[in-house]
C-alpha cells in the first residue's frame, strides 16, 4: 500500500489488551463506558496487530489496560513485539505481578515497566486507588523490578488529594531506584471530568509544585528525570495533542478499535475503525477519525493563524470537544480560546470548594458517571 504524501509513519502502539483492572481510580483514562471481557480481541488477533504495527513503522509497543497483566497471554504478545525488535513497555498498576510473573515477562523480553502510583501515603493510595493494601504491593513490585535489572519509571497522576505529597513521591521514586518519575496531571476528560471537582488542584498548588519540580530537577540531575508538564486549567498554552492527532502514535482497545489517543472515544462525534474489519496501515493513513484533526487545515482561529500551531497543534481535541461539544474548538485550556477565563474560574470555584466523595471507575457507575459528564461542559 502506498504511504500518501506528508503523512509519516507512527512511532508507538499502545496496546490497550483489557479495560479490566482491580483498581478503580477515579481519573481513569478508559471511557466511561468499560469494554467487557468477552469483547476482547484473542491472541492470534493481537499477533496480527503488532506485527501489522511493526510492518507500518512502529517502533515501540506499550502494553497497557485496565491492568494488562489480566491476560495471562502477555507474556507470549510480549515475547512476539521483541522478536518483531519493538522496543517493549508493560504500564502496570503492579497489584497483581509476583516474581514468577515477572521472570516470565522478563524472560519473553521486556525492555521496560512503568508503575502507577497513587500517593506517597499507603492509607492517602489506597483511597484514591480503590484498592486495600494496593500501595504496599506496588512497592514491593518495584523493588523486585530493580532486582532484574530492568528500568523502572514511577507515573503518579497528581490533583488536589495527593499534591501536597509530590515532594515524598519524588523522594520515594529515588529510593524504589526509578529512572523517571512521571508527574502527570489529571487531563479531564471521561472519568476525570466526572470527578472533576474533587481533584483540581488550587493554583497555589500548582505553582508550589512547579517551583518545587525545577528544584528536584537540579539536586537529582543525574539520579532521576522528571517529566512534568502545568496543569491544564493554569497553563497559558495547552499542551500538544500526543505530538499531533495522528502524527506519532497509535491505540488499539481491548475490542479493536485503532484511536489516535487513548481518549479519542470520548469525542463522539467520530467513528473509529476496527483491526477485525480494516488494516491498521490503512486505517493510519486514510481512517476518517485519523484525517479529521491530522495537521493544520482543519483548524478554526485563533489556531489557523498563530504562530504556535506547529508547536501545540491547538491543543487537546478530547478536551476541546469535553468542554465546548466542539473538538475542532481550540482547547479551552489556551489562554487565546473564549471559553478559557471561563475554564480557569471554574477551575478556582471548585478548588476552593470541599471535594464531594469520589465516583469510583468501575462498570456500575458508568450510567451515572455520563449522566454527570453531561453536567459539566463549559459554555
Not at 191 to 213: D, F
Not at 259 to 286: M, Q
Not at 316 to 336: E, V
Amino acid at each position: 500500500m502506498a504511504r500518501p504524501e506528508g503523512i509519516p509513519p507512527p512511532v508507538s502502539l499502545l496496546a490497550e489488551v483489557t479495560h479490566r483492572c482491580p483498581l478503580q481510580c477515579p481519573y481513569c483514562s478508559n471511557p466511561l463506558a468499560l469494554e467487557r471481557a468477552a469483547v476482547e480481541l484473542d491472541t492470534a488477533t493481537w499477533r496480527r496487530v503488532i506485527e501489522e504495527a511493526h510492518a507500518l513503522g512502529v517502533l515501540q509497543t506499550h502494553f497497557s489496560g485496565g491492568e494488562p497483566t489480566l491476560r495471562r497471554d502477555l507474556p507470549e504478545l510480549v515475547r512476539h513485539a521483541c522478536e518483531l525488535g519493538q522496543y517493549t513497555n508493560l504500564i502496570t498498576a503492579a497489584v497483581l505481578l509476583d516474581q514468577a510473573k515477572l521472570d516470565a515477562l522478563v524472560d519473553a523480553g521486556l525492555d521496560h515497566i512503568q508503575i502507577s502510583i497513587q500517593d506517597s501515603e499507603p492509607g492517602n493510595a489506597d483511597r484514591i486507588g480503590g484498592y486495600k493494601a494496593g500501595h504496599a504491593k506496588k512497592l514491593g513490585v518495584a523493588r523486585m523490578v530493580k532486582d532484574t535489572g530492568l528500568p523502572l519509571t514511577i507515573n503518579a497522576v497528581m490533583h488536589r488529594q495527593n499534591l501536597d505529597h509530590l515532594d515524598l513521591i519524588i523522594e520515594l521514586a529515588v529510593e524504589l531506584g526509578a529512572k523517571r518519575l512521571e508527574v502527570a496531571h489529571v487531563q479531564y476528560y471521561g472519568w476525570a471530568l466526572v470527578n472533576r471537582s474533587a481533584l483540581m488542584p488550587t493554583r497555589e498548588q500548582a505553582e508550589r509544585s512547579i517551583a518545587l519540580v525545577e528544584a528536584a530537577r537540579e539536586r537529582l540531575k543525574g539520579v532521576l528525570t522528571i517529566d512534568y508538564v502545568v496543569p491544564d486549567y493554569y497553563a497559558r498554552y495547552p499542551k500538544p495533542c500526543m505530538g499531533g492527532w495522528a502524527r506519532q502514535n497509535l491505540n488499539v482497545t481491548p475490542s479493536g478499535k485503532v484511536l489516535p489517543c487513548h481518549a479519542a472515544e470520548g469525542i463522539t462525534a467520530l467513528s473509529f475503525d476496527n483491526v477485525k474489519d480494516r488494516a491498521l496501515a490503512d486505517i493510519w493513513y486514510r481512517g476518517a477519525a485519523f484525517n479529521a484533526f491530522r495537521g493544520t487545515d482543519w483548524m478554526e482561529e485563533p489556531c489557523r493563524s498563530c504562530p504556535r500551531r506547529f508547536t501545540d497543534f491547538g491543543g487537546c481535541r478530547c478536551q476541546a470537544f469535553a468542554m465546548t461539544g466542539r473538538a475542532a474548538a481550540t482547547d479551552p485550556a489556551c489562554s487565546l480560546s473564549p471559553h478559557h477565563e471561563e475554564l480557569v474560574a471554574t477551575a478556582v470555584r471548585e478548588a476552593a470548594a470541599a471535594p464531594p466523595e469520589f465516583v469510583y471507575r468501575r462498570p456500575g457507575n458508568a450510567a451515572r458517571a455520563v449522566e454527570m459528564e453531561t453536567l459539566t461542559p463549559v459554555k
